[in-house]
């Protein structure tokens, strides 16, 4: 806080725990080392291969199956290259991060800290979150340009990590496949000059750090990052609107549904049976329309069974 003309609140302190790589950023790693032009230019095993390809009558059966077998094999191949590619990347990134903040590139604001130069001396927050997370709730009079977005194409670079980022976990976290915003340090320039001081911000605080390492060799000296993300922050932290408390806009899919991510819990604990008590009858709803289902399933195939005897 010194750095920001302020009185001190507290110590601060760094240690390698607050660098942990969350699932939420597994998603926003990949965009961050792939732009949209790479991303069309990976191989993607079997959409090399047209329709025509696999249909032409010069093939024989045999032929067509040893194929899609080796064009499967091949995208299994590439997609685990791929993985082992972003892990590494984002090692890396993480020792970058680390160093930022270390020599004091970076500097580190607690959410309590962020608010009280925000309220006290009129600096900027930099909300850096895609709009799945923004649209819930944000900090008054905060500025949004996100570094990642959601990724609304559907071509054949896309596609493979729509499905790949839905099964690995999207439809439990309701966490949606981003892409990097090519124009996001062009709308931060036409915002600001590069000596103004930006309290950069995201949910849980990763995000907000590649941002800082973007800014930072852009040319950006005043630079502050929120330890922890908004999802940290109480809510005498920070002046907020939005339709969602602060910490409620990163949940979401079938968790948020079914009221088991911590902050719910959090809040369950607080507010008592009455609260827990909508997501118990949800959860009962789930199994018996499950149990419906299979039922339905069951007597479907007795009937169609029945109706080949006859």
């Known amino acids: 806080m010194e750095a920001l003309g302020l009185p001190s609140l507290n110590s601060l302190t760094i240690s390698c725990s607050n660098f942990q790589v969350q699932s939420v950023f597994k998603t926003s790693k990949r965009a961050q080392h792939c732009s949209s032009s790479e991303l069309s230019s990976l191989k993607l095993g079997p959409f ?162 590649a941002a800082c390492e973007l800014l930072y060799n852009a040319g950006y000296t005043n630079l502050f990052w929120v330890q922890g993300g908004l999802e940290a922050a109480e809510e005498e932290d920070l002046v907020t609107e939005g339709p969602q408390p602060l910490k409620f806009a990163g949940i979401g899919g079938v968790s948020e549904f079914l009221g088991f991510t911590d902050q719910q819990r959090d809040a369950a604990s607080r507010e008592g049976w009455g609260y827990r008590l909508v997501f118990s009858a949800r959860l009962v709803g789930v199994f018996l329309v499950a149990d419906a289902l299979f039922i339905g399933a069951q007597q479907l195939g007795h009937y169609l069974q029945e109706i080949r005897s006859h």
């Open 48 to 209: 090399y291969y047209s329709s025509s390809d696999l249909s032409s009558p010069k093939l024989r059966p045999s032929c067509r199956t040893h194929l899609l077998h080796c064009s499967t094999t091949r995208m299994l191949a590439d997609s685990e290259d791929y993985e082992l590619k972003q892990m590494r990347d984002m090692a890396a990134a993480r020792k970058r991060w680390e160093a930022l903040v270390r020599e004091e590139k970076v500097k580190v604001l607690t959410p309590r800290e962020a608010g009280y130069a925000i309220q006290l001396s009129n600096k900027t927050l930099l909300d850096v979150r895609p709009s799945t997370e923004r649209n819930k709730a944000w900090v008054k009079g905060s500025t949004w340009i996100p570094i990642f977005d959601v990724d609304t194409k559907f071509d054949v670079g896309a596609l493979p990590r729509k499905i790949t980022n839905f099964t690995m976990g999207g439809w439990w976290s309701g966490v949606p496949t981003l892409s990097y915003n090519n124009q996001f340090l062009s709308k931060v320039a036409e915002n600001y000059t590069k000596d103004t001081d930006l309290i950069v911000a995201c949910q849980k605080g990763l995000r907000s750090l």
